[in-house]
């Protein structure tokens, strides 16, 4: 072999060390991308502004969204509280959840529904983040943290939703009213006298229980009389209203 030719095969680099190189390289860029996805702060994506994300604040009886407006982004809840109503086609309206921080609203765009199947409106001031579909799709797909946050408030929604419904079928109005209480006070087992930091008139307690307000009024004094709740100025709730709802 030419002299020449030994020193161009001496500096030409064996295929074997390309392939080397290369395959050093892809796991580097595998890391990366799996170091990003590990990375990835979603307390962080919910809370600040960012491409397709906005932060809005809301007063008291401010409408986020109305039913069957138009399905494009969806919401997640600061600070505050955001109460769930529909209303028929008789016009009749209904509360049908009050949910607080950490709570995703208008999650049905991600099924594919064109319009919001409920309007939400601020039950207090409410700081409220807006995520567009598109911007939290991705977000889904890319980050499991992400995932996973989504599908455990799912998760949570979905019992509470089958535990209102049960209320509904099977417990009198009565009962109805002293586990709204209870939850808004998340009263524990533990003797206690707890209070409703969230303001909630009667009228949207009648929604929420499904009866009049002259009804929830009627509970309310007998609530007081037997020492169950107090109320003077804040609703307080004691743990012993449980016994209400566990009694045949």
């Known amino acids: 072999m030419p002299a020449s030719d030994k020193s161009k095969a001496a500096t030409r680099p064996k295929k074997s060390g390309i392939k080397k190189v290369g395959n050093a390289m892809a796991r580097r860029r595998t890391a990366r991308k799996s170091s990003s996805k590990q990375d990835f702060d979603t307390e962080a994506f919910l809370t600040t502004v960012g491409a397709g994300r906005t932060i809005s604040t809301y007063k008291a009886k401010t409408y986020i969204f109305r039913q069957g407006t138009e399905c ?4 997640y809840i600061q600070k505050g509280q955001v ?3 529909v209303v028929s086609k008789q016009g009749k309206e209904r509360v049908v959840g009050v949910l607080g921080p950490g709570a995703f609203l208008g ?4 099924a594919g529904h064109p319009r919001y199947l409920a309007s939400a409106r601020a039950s ?13 799709s991705r977000a889904l797909n890319d980050h499991p943290a992400m995932s996973q946050r989504f599908m455990a408030f799912l998760l949570l929604r979905n019992s509470q ?7 509904q079928l099977f417990n009198s ?3 109805r009213l002293a586990r709204l209480l209870v939850m808004l006070a998340q009263v524990g087992q533990e003797a206690e006298l707890r209070t409703v930091t969230t303001p909630i008139s009667q009228e949207v307690m ?8 002259s009804r929830i009024n009627y509970f309310m004094n007998k609530f007081r009389k ?3 709740i107090e109320y003077n100025g804040e609703l307080k709730v004691h743990s012993s209203l449980l016994n209400v709802i566990i009694r045949d």
């Open 107 to 110: 999650e049905s765009c991600l």
């Open 124 to 136: 207090t001031e409410a700081m409220v983040a807006r995520v567009e579909t598109a911007t939290l």
């Open 83 to 85: 109460e769930l109503s």
């Open 173 to 175: 109005s009565e009962k």
């Open 161 to 167: 939703v089958e535990a209102d419904l049960v209320d």
């Open 72 to 75: 494009d982004a969806v919401f």
């Open 226 to 228: 037997l020492g169950l």
């Open 206 to 213: 009648a929604a929420r229980v499904g009866t009049t307000r």
